[in-house]
Structures are given as structure tokens and as C-alpha cells.
Nanobody, 123 residues
Framework: VQLQASGGGLVQAGGSLRLSCAAS????????LGWFRQAPGKEREFVTGIWWSDGSTYYANSLKGRFTVSRDMAKNTVYLQMNMLKPEDTAVYYCAAASSLVRVERISGYPYWGQGTLVTVSS
């Protein structure tokens, strides 16, 4: 599975961005797609995950209500809608895919990763 993330950029606090993650290759093997982020000087952290087959979602508690994940199966694409952005949301955002998973928030469960897209939120 190959993943291509896009949609990052510079936005003012309170603004919105929508990230996209286009999947190609053995997409039929995808079980769950996750979004993670890594802020400067910090460890990579879980943002959200979506189960490819039925669209069920799971979010990091701190991001519920502001971030929404969705998928378009016809386009093999997952989206991350981010609203009410804050400067602390500044990070490189990565999408990742797994064919099977035990814990959706666990980084080690994802063998396939996109290249990341930078989101910068100015105050």
C-alpha cells in the first residue's frame, strides 16, 4: 500500500484545513487508516483512525469535536477535516494504513506510512 498525504499549509488560529490521504497499491488489504502527527521536538502521536470497511472512527480524546475523519472508498482516499485550529496543532501530519490491528492508536501497528504534510497554525 502506498499513501500520499496532501493539504497541509499555513492557517491562522481558528481556521480550518482538510488533509487528504490517497491510497494506491494493495488497497483491498487495508483494514484501518490512521492519522498521526508530530510536532517539532515531540514524539509522534495518534490523531484518529477509520476502519475502511464500515467507516467506524476513533479519535484521540483531546481532538474530539474539532477533527473529523472520513473516507471515500471510490477514490481510495481518507480525509481529515480540522476545524478551530490552534497553534499547538502545528505539526507534520502523517497517514498510515494497516491490514490488521490490535490497537488503533498504536504507531507500531501500522506498516504503511505516507510522507507527511506540514500544518502550521499561526497565532
Amino acid at each position: 500500500v502506498q499513501l500520499q498525504a496532501s493539504g497541509g499549509g499555513l492557517v491562522q488560529a481558528g481556521g480550518s484545513l482538510r488533509l487528504s490521504c490517497a491510497a494506491s497499491g494493495r488497497t483491498f488489504s487495508m483494514y484501518v487508516l490512521g492519522w498521526f502527527r508530530q510536532a517539532p521536538g515531540k514524539e509522534r502521536e495518534f490523531v484518529t483512525g477509520i476502519w475502511w470497511s464500515d467507516g467506524s472512527t476513533y479519535y484521540a480524546n483531546s481532538l474530539k469535536g474539532r477533527f473529523t475523519v472520513s473516507r471515500d472508498m471510490a477514490k481510495n482516499t481518507v480525509y481529515l477535516q480540522m476545524n478551530m485550529l490552534k497553534p499547538e496543532d502545528t505539526a507534520v501530519y502523517y497517514c498510515a494504513a494497516a491490514s490488521s490491528l490490535v490497537r488503533v492508536e498504536r504507531i507500531s501497528g501500522y506498516p504503511y506510512w505516507g510522507q507527511g504534510t506540514l500544518v502550521t497554525v499561526s497565532s
